[in-house]
């Protein structure tokens, strides 16, 4: 595994599994926005503030 994948604590082939690992312990004032499609090389994840998220939910209900 190299890349985003070798950041893995425990090495499986199961990418799933590494990015349940690799979220595990992220800080909980942010938010899982976005998972796009992995690769060898890149593992595309966006996350956002919560509070931000909350606002940008409210905006999108008043238009």
Do not use: H
Request: charged content about 30%; proline content about 5%.
């Amino acid at each position: 595994m190299n890349g985003y994948w070798g950041d893995c604590r425990i090495p499986t082939f199961d990418r799933v599994e590494c990015i349940q690992q690799l979220l595990a312990d992220y800080d909980r004032d942010w938010t899982l926005y976005y998972i796009g499609s992995p690769t060898d090389e890149f593992l595309p994840i966006t996350f956002v503030k919560r509070e931000d998220l909350i606002k940008q939910r409210k905006l999108l209900r008043a238009a």
